[in-house]
């Protein structure tokens, strides 16, 4: 039998896994549609505009990134507990497979159940209220830019995979924390750099975003290609791969 990925042996453990869990994923999913109808709710009566689909799309993209970041933060808690981590680290299963059970429910899986009750809720808020001569617009998940940001999702997920099974207690507040810190660094050290090769003052520079030059009291922006965003969707793409590897490695450390 193959030690590191088996079909009928998989299968056991992804119908395990959604046995012992169907309960709170259920719970969660829940408190999360609750969250976006109350929410839309809101905006709808609030706002006297039509949810076009630039605000669709700004939404849709929060609530990922914030949802799927803490719900990916509690995937390997287990292996935290002590009690639960023997009986984790003792199943009779492979590490790929235990990883891949956590990486298909904390991102395919979840990026599909998300999508899907995002635009049931937005469906409901767009025919709540009506705007005479705004035709009702939803977004649409598989063109540019809201497939752009499941290309940002997947890197926020690896980032918060990988901290999900290094740190055993709060995951996402650890986790969190160190992202923070490191883009805060990121950013300074590209101002010192950027500074240091034009020569110019400018506005804090987003590292891969627009610079902002102050020439003569005007001010101009430099920008990337559509050619340069695709290298710069692959950089993203290469970084979160990365950071999912070193999950699996990391995983495969963990002893009885």
């Known amino acids: 039998m193959n030690n590191i990925f088996n079909l009928t042996r998989f299968c056991r453990l992804f119908v395990k896994h959604t046995v012992e869990h169907y309960k709170s994923y259920l719970m969660s999913l829940a408190v999360l549609i609750g969250v976006m109808i109350l929410g839309g709710s809101f905006l709808v009566y609030m706002i006297e505009a039509p949810i076009d689909r630039g605000f ?5 993209s929060m609530i990922l990134f914030l949802a799927g970041t803490i719900f990916t933060s509690t995937v390997f808690a287990g292996y935290g507990d002590k009690k ?3 009986s ?12 891949l059970v956590a990486w298909l429910y904390s991102f395919l899986i979840f990026s599909i159940v998300y999508s899907v009750c995002f635009y049931l809720v937005v469906l409901l808020a767009i025919n709540v209220k009506h705007f005479p001569g705004h035709p009702s ?4 998940i598989l063109r540019w830019p809201v497939c752009g940001m499941f290309v940002l999702y997947a890197f926020l997920h690896s980032v918060a995979f990988l901290g999900a099974i290094f740190f055993e207690k709060l995951h996402f507040i650890k986790t969190a924390f160190l992202f923070f810190i490191s883009l805060m660094l990121l950013i300074i050290a590209n101002k010192i750099l950027l500074g240091t090769l034009i020569g110019e ?16 009291g005007q001010a101009a922006e430099i920008g990337l290609t ?13 970084l979160a791969l990365i950071f999912w590897v070193a999950a699996y490695y ?5 002893q009885v």
């Open 56 to 60: 669709q799309t700004a939404i849709f």
């Open 84 to 86: 639960k981590a023997i």
């Open 88 to 99: 984790l680290l003792t199943l009779p299963a492979s590490h790929f497979e235990k990883y």
């Open 137 to 140: 617009e939803i977004i649409n």
């Open 201 to 216: 003052k400018m506005d804090t520079p987003v590292p891969f975003g627009y610079v902002r030059l102050r020439l003569n």
């Open 226 to 238: 559509s050619f340069q965003d695709n290298w710069l969707i692959l950089i993203i793409s290469v």
């Open 250 to 254: 990391r995983l495969k450390e963990k």
